[in-house]
């Protein structure tokens, strides 16, 4: 064979060994749709996982019903694998959402389509691309939940989920369900392990302010939860440990962090309270106090006629929690229902007795209190259900009683007559005040006179300028030269006690 041909063969060689080659190394072939092809170009848009390049979209067309977008892809071969049915796809570009900027990169760059590795062991080829990004990758450490509300709250996919204020995970989703609302949430690890069987999660968006029986409260999360919404979670203290939740366990969704962490207690004592006066003001969820501790809450306020008909009474059903009293066992019994029904009893015999009581005057609250009044006879109507704890009257209504009784006596009062007898008092004083000035004043002008002209005779006499006032000044003194006299001589016999015998010495003498 003349050599010639060689090159020719060669080159045929090579191009066979090179389009082998490309079939063996290439990688899979995948289909994604998508609502719309906003940033997706064939032969330039690439396929990228964690910022790596694991693909390339080589065609864009439309779906026969021209609903949707279906782009061809073709992927790495090394990254056949992770073709599984929870591999995800989502087009990347500048987006805010949730409080946060991303795809920020792609204004120089380009779109892309991003990738989301799954866990699945089932394989897939064609797939269903993401309006937005996932909240969180698919190999992110952590546990997945599920919360159910009546309503949804001012929260949305991407909002934070807070434990004792700091981030520990986000909202992944919310659809309707036949009991009201799904929400799903994704908590990271090591968070995860503080959600247990007993963990209350409720919502935190916005600034809640309340005012209530125990004075104004207001609480928040952070700043971000104000602007997007949020949601928390946390274990009311006092619970028994459990083991962490599991992924996909459901909880309940609270509206707010006071019901959510309030009556962990499972040991509960029911009772009905009777009253015969307005309990305007009294809500449930009130609190039963006893001497400023919180035993309990009130559970419902209804209507209820009184035995025999006639009278309408309003019913207050109330909660005790055992565990927040230290129970004495002051009297014995055969358990622990009995022992503490005998020391209700004797609590009651002692004057123990339910009564309405303002919680604030700025709200016009009220709450239920127990404690201690001199009152016997009463008991606990046991065979009730819920069993009736006797109760005493708010002291309001008793101030409002009182009142009424003095209006009463106030109404009694002869103030007619008490209105003429004053008035014949008003006019006899009328008449004696007449009689002194016709008869004592003549008498006692004259005197007045006479003393004024007195009082002006002084006042002359103590002017200033007055004959006395100056030869007084003058005697003053002469008084003074005679004493500083004295005083020279003095001095001098002090100096001299012989000039007494012989004179005064001359000042030339020696």
């Known amino acids: 064979m003349p050599a010639v041909w060689l090159v020719p063969l060669v080159a045929a060689l090579l191009a066979g060994w090179m389009g082998v080659k490309a079939i063996v190394e290439r990688g899979p072939s995948i289909t994604i749709r998508f609502n719309s092809a906003d940033g997706i170009e064939a032969g330039k848009t690439k396929l990228k996982y964690k910022d790596v390049q694991v693909g390339m979209v080589k065609s864009v067309s439309l779906s026969s019903d021209l609903k949707e977008v279906v782009a061809t892809a073709e992927l790495a071969k090394d990254f056949g694998p992770h073709l599984v049915e929870d591999t995800r796809f989502w087009v990347v570009r500048p987006r805010i959402a949730?409080?946060?900027?991303?795809?920020?990169?792609?204004?120089?760059?380009?779109?892309y389509i991003g990738v989301g590795a799954g866990k699945s062991e089932q394989s897939r080829r064609e797939f269903v691309g993401l309006d937005a990004p996932p909240v969180v990758a698919g190999?992110?450490?952590?546990?997945?939940?599920?919360?159910?509300?009546?309503?949804?709250?001012?929260?949305?996919?991407?909002?934070?989920?807070?434990?004792?204020?700091?981030?520990?995970?986000?909202?992944?989703?919310?659809?309707?369900?036949?009991?009201?609302?799904?929400?799903?949430?994704?908590?990271?690890?090591?968070?995860?392990?503080?959600?247990?069987?007993?963990?209350?999660?409720?919502?935190?968006?916005?600034v809640d302010v309340k005012v209530d029986a125990g004075g104004l409260q207001v609480d928040t999360q952070s700043l971000v939860s104000i602007l997007i919404g949020g949601l928390a979670f946390d274990t009311p203290p006092g619970t028994a440990p459990v083991a962490p939740a599991g992924a996909a366990a459901e909880f309940r969704l609270f509206a707010n962090r006071q019901a959510a962490l309030k009556n962990p207690e499972h040991d509960k004592?029911?009772?009905?309270?009777?009253?015969?006066?307005?309990?305007?003001?009294?809500?449930?969820?009130?609190?039963?106090?006893?001497?400023?501790?919180?035993?309990?809450?009130?559970?419902?306020?209804?209507?209820?006629?009184?035995?025999?008909?006639?009278?309408?009474?309003?019913?207050?059903?109330?909660?005790?929690?055992?565990?927040?009293?230290?129970?004495?066992?002051?009297?014995?019994?055969?358990?622990?229902?009995?022992?503490?029904?005998?020391?209700?009893?004797?609590?009651?015999?002692?004057?123990?007795?339910?009564?309405?009581?303002?919680?604030?005057?700025?709200?016009?609250?009220?709450?239920l209190a127990l404690d201690f009044f001199p009152a016997k006879g009463a008991k606990?109507?046991?065979?009730?259900?819920?069993?009736?704890?006797?109760?005493?009257?708010?002291?309001?209504?008793?101030?409002?009683?009182?009142?009424?009784?003095?209006?009463?006596?106030?109404?009694?009062?002869?103030?007619?007559?008490?209105?003429?007898?004053?008035?014949?008092?008003?006019?006899?004083?009328?008449?004696?005040?007449?009689?002194?000035?016709?008869?004592?004043?003549?008498?006692?002008?004259?005197?007045?006179?006479q003393l004024r002209k007195t009082l002006a005779a002084a006042d002359r006499l103590l002017a200033s300028d007055s004959p006395l006032q100056t030869d007084t000044r003058q005697a003053m003194r002469e008084l003074a030269r005679a004493a500083q006299a004295f005083r020279v001589l003095a001095d001098y016999l002090e100096r001299h006690p012989e000039a007494l015998l012989m004179g005064k010495k001359d000042e030339g003498d020696k």
């Open 98 to 111: 949730a409080g946060a900027v991303s795809g920020l990169e792609t204004l120089l760059s380009g779109a």
């Open 139 to 206: 190999d992110s450490p952590g546990t997945p939940l599920v919360l159910r509300s009546a309503s949804a709250g001012s929260f949305d996919v991407g909002s934070p989920v807070y434990f004792r204020r700091l981030p520990a995970g986000q909202v992944t989703g919310t659809e309707l369900d036949r009991d009201g609302v799904k929400v799903t949430v994704f908590i990271n690890a090591p968070f995860d392990q503080h959600v247990n069987a007993n963990t209350r999660f409720w919502q935190a968006s916005g």
């Open 269 to 367: 004592l029911e009772f009905t309270m009777l009253f015969d006066e307005s309990v305007r003001g009294l809500q449930p969820g009130a609190p039963v106090d006893f001497r400023g501790i919180t035993v309990g809450e009130v559970d419902a306020v209804r209507m209820q006629l009184a035995a025999g008909g006639g009278d309408v009474l309003v019913a207050v059903q109330a909660t005790i929690y055992p565990s927040r009293i230290q129970w004495q066992d002051a009297l014995p019994g055969a358990g622990t229902a009995q022992r503490r029904r005998r020391l209700i009893d004797a609590l009651v015999a002692s004057g123990m007795r339910a009564q309405l009581r303002p919680a604030s005057l700025l709200t016009h609250e009220l709450y």
């Open 380 to 449: 606990v109507n046991w065979a009730a259900s819920p069993p009736e704890l006797p109760t005493q009257k708010a002291t309001l209504v008793e101030l409002q009683s009182a009142i009424g009784s003095l209006a009463a006596k106030l109404e009694n009062l002869p103030l007619d007559e008490i209105g003429g007898d004053l008035r014949q008092t008003l006019q006899s004083a009328s008449r004696l005040m007449g009689r002194i000035d016709a008869e004592v004043a003549p008498e006692v002008g004259p005197t007045l006179a």
